[in-house]
């Protein structure tokens, strides 16, 4: 079951972020920071932590994975 109040910070191809909820068709908000996407989600949402697309390679992920804030 997904969380519908749970918010995603995703990387769009033209290189802003989106701010999305589960099952959504349209963003809730687009950004041209990361920081200003998980600003705006966490004001969507303040009752939840973000979930973030990663957007490189790291020791504790790759870039097809979610990470809290």
């Given at each position: 079951?997904?969380?519908?109040?749970?918010?995603?910070?995703e990387?769009?191809?033209?290189?802003?972020?989106?701010v999305r909820r589960?099952?959504?068709?349209r963003a809730?908000?687009?950004l041209p920071t990361q920081r200003q996407a998980i600003e705006?989600?966490?004001e969507l949402s303040p009752d939840r932590?973000?979930?973030v697309e990663r957007v490189r390679n790291t020791t504790g992920?790759?870039?097809?994975?979610?990470?809290?804030p």
């Open positions: 079951m997904v969380d519908k109040k749970q918010t995603f910070v990387r769009r191809p033209q290189g802003d972020f989106a589960p099952n959504s068709e809730s908000a687009v705006r989600a966490r932590t973000p979930l992920g790759h870039p097809d994975k979610w990470r809290k």
